[in-house]
């Protein structure tokens, strides 16, 4: 401790002196002086010797000597041992180093919050407390044990962190300490959305991107992203799950395809209800986990071959004929359409199958119908001779033995013509009063001076809208109303120019007001892709558009896209 006697005269002076004073402990004697004649000539005396003269001969009236301590300014700083960057909920802890002032005791501290962005608030400024007992700032903590707690939301740029000591003694001034900035991040987020969005079936052969976005953390680097991959049917497929990497290696998830730089590829098996699963963590102070879902289904839809078998009948007269036989082959989207059917186990010889037509459904599936011209030799007169086939079609095959599809063939010992119609099912739709059904009737005969069959059908002959008289082929196209619904005959009669007459009845069924979950069935379809053939021609037969029942929108137009 600093001690010195000083001949200060007055209290000004003495307030002047200790304002620029060293930190120290000062005594001031205050004294008046009175020169009388006993006292003598005290000139270039020292200030302690001229104080024990005016004593010992009591010439100056001196008082007691005033002591005063010097204590320095107060002082802050602030510090902390914890992470400045963390996930909202994560705590730091900074604490305040306080000196100077009169005091300890008297030093009172407080804690100024600052939003490092304006825009984001207004600053945050706590009630003066002792040292003692806010000596401690508590982040995303609780008050006590000499600690003010507070709570902070993240804002963008963070905040800016000082403390403000203040005593109450004469010339303490108050003292703010250094500035820290921290850091409050959003938790971690995740969300995964194919690409492009809202995908949720697809097909096994097709490959699907899922792309991962994520938010909040500490930092981009610190992310890890992990997935795992659980399918709906256990005994077909297992579950599994990958390893943490980091962001840049896993942000894109492709399934089923090829290996794509900075994507992680996977393979899954044929299910209806993969759930897929990215999970987000963060080695961050206070960040928690993030995961989102969402469910797959990894679909294989097999080709459908429909196909018939071909009753014919050969008048005396012919020796062997052209049949062309028709197939529809209905593809789902997770097959080609592209390909060629194949014909094998036919033991006549034809050519083919050559696509004759090919449209679209609503729901994806394609419709092709194809055609092989046979020719079909006669057997001995009244006898039937049976041969059948296989289609097969991408893996798919129709046909095994006498199961079909097979040639009935029988030659006629009667040289009168042969009629061929095949049975039909027609659908009238709740949202329509009627329908147009096209049939269509082949003439087999001897004279080469056919003429128009009779087609006859709820109870008026219909005249044909197309016809090729050579090859003995002729359409109709009947208005088929709701009072029809159930089973009608139609009656074909043909009169050749000899004068011969056959005729032949064939069950009509009309549907209508009844559902069906038969995809083969192309009612109420609103657009229809037709594919015209290498002679720029193309049909639509009726039992391709109205095949089955089915209930439509009352407001569907149709759209014919050539």
């Given at each position: 401790m600093k001690s010195s006697l000083q001949s200060l005269s007055n209290l000004a002076a003495?307030?002047?002196?200790?304002?620029?004073?060293?930190p120290g402990e000062y005594c001031v004697?205050?004294?008046?002086?009175?020169?009388?004649?006993?006292?003598?000539?005290?000139?270039?005396?020292?200030?302690?010797?001229?104080?024990?003269?005016?004593?010992?001969?009591?010439?100056?009236?001196?008082?007691?000597?005033?002591?005063?301590?010097v204590f320095p300014d107060p002082q802050v700083s602030i510090s902390t041992q914890d992470a400045t960057t963390v996930c909202d909920g994560g705590q730091i802890k900074f604490t305040a180093a306080a000196s100077g002032g009169l005091s300890d005791d008297c030093l009172l501290i407080s804690w100024q919050i600052d939003p490092a962005n304006p825009q984001n608030g207004a600053p945050q400024l706590t009630q003066p407390a002792p040292l003692s007992e806010a000596g401690m700032l508590l982040i995303n903590g609780a008050s006590g044990n000499g600690a003010v707690g507070v709570n902070l939301p993240p804002i963008e740029g963070g905040y800016v962190i000082t403390a403000v000591v203040t005593c109450d003694g004469a010339g303490c001034t108050t003292a703010t300490s250094?500035?820290?900035?921290?850091?409050?991040?959003?938790?971690?987020?995740i969300d995964i959305e194919t690409v492009p969005a809202d995908i949720r079936e697809v097909c096994y052969n097709e490959p699907l991107k899922i792309q991962a976005t994520t938010s909040g953390g500490t930092s981009d680097d610190c992310l890890m992203i992990s997935w795992s991959f659980v399918p709906s049917d256990a005994m077909a497929n297992a579950a599994f799950a990958t390893a943490p990497m980091t962001l840049d290696e896993a942000a894109m998830l492709i399934i089923n395809g090829e290996e794509t730089a900075g994507a992680l590829n996977v393979t899954l098996g044929i299910d209806p209800g993969w759930t897929i699963e990215a999970t987000l963590t963060c080695d961050g102070v206070g960040c928690d986990e993030a995961s989102d879902e969402l469910t797959i289904a990894i679909i294989e839809t097999n080709n459908l071959i429909i196909a018939t078998n071909a009753e014919v009948i050969i008048p005396a007269c012919l020796n062997e004929l052209v049949y062309n036989y028709r197939f529809t082959v209905v593809n789902g989207r997770c097959n080609d359409p592209n390909l060629t059917?194949?014909?094998?186990?036919?033991?006549?010889?034809?050519?083919?199958?050559?696509?004759?037509?090919?449209?679209?459904?609503?729901?994806?599936?394609?419709?092709?119908?194809?055609?092989?011209?046979?020719?079909?030799?006669?057997p001995a007169i009244g006898t039937t001779v049976r041969d059948c086939f296989t289609i097969t079609y991408e893996g798919e095959s129709l046909g095994d033995g006498d199961s079909g599809p097979c040639f009935d063939v029988t030659k006629s010992g009667d040289p009168k013509p042969q009629i061929?119609?095949?049975?039909?099912?027609?659908?009238?739709?709740?949202?329509?009063a009627s329908v147009d059904a096209v049939f269509g009737v082949t003439i087999l005969s001897c004279d080469e001076t056919a003429s128009t069959p009779t087609f006859n059908f709820l109870g008026a002959n219909h005249t044909p809208g197309f016809s090729q008289a050579g090859d003995g082929y002729f359409r109709y196209t009947v208005n088929i109303p709701i009072s029809a619904i159930g089973t009608?005959?139609?009656?074909?009669?043909?009169?050749?120019?000899?004068?011969?007459?056959?005729?032949?009845?064939?069950?009509?069924?009309?549907?209508?007001?009844?559902?069906?979950?038969?995809?083969?069935n192309l009612s109420c379809t609103g657009q229809v892709n037709i594919k015209l053939n290498d002679d720029c021609e193309a049909y639509l037969s009726a039992t391709q558009l109205l095949n089955g029942a089915v209930v439509c929108d009352d407001l569907l137009m149709y759209t014919w896209c050539m």
């Open positions: 003495i307030e002047d002196f200790l304002s620029e004073a060293d004697y205050i004294f008046a002086y009175t020169e009388t004649p006993q006292c003598g000539n005290f000139a270039g005396f020292t200030l302690e010797e001229l104080i024990d003269a005016c004593l010992d001969g009591q010439c100056y009236d001196v008082s007691d000597p005033l002591c005063i301590t250094n500035p820290v900035n921290i850091v409050i991040a959003p938790d971690p987020q059917p194949v014909i094998t186990n036919l033991g006549y010889a034809f050519t083919g199958p050559v696509k004759i037509d090919s449209y679209v459904s609503d729901d994806q599936f394609t419709y092709s119908t194809y055609e092989i011209a046979v020719t079909v030799p006669a061929v119609m095949n049975p039909q099912t027609i659908t009238i739709p709740d949202c329509q009608n005959v139609a009656t074909v009669s043909y009169t050749d120019g000899e004068g011969r007459s056959t005729q032949i009845n064939f069950l009509i069924k009309v549907l209508g007001n009844e559902q069906t979950t038969d995809y083969s």
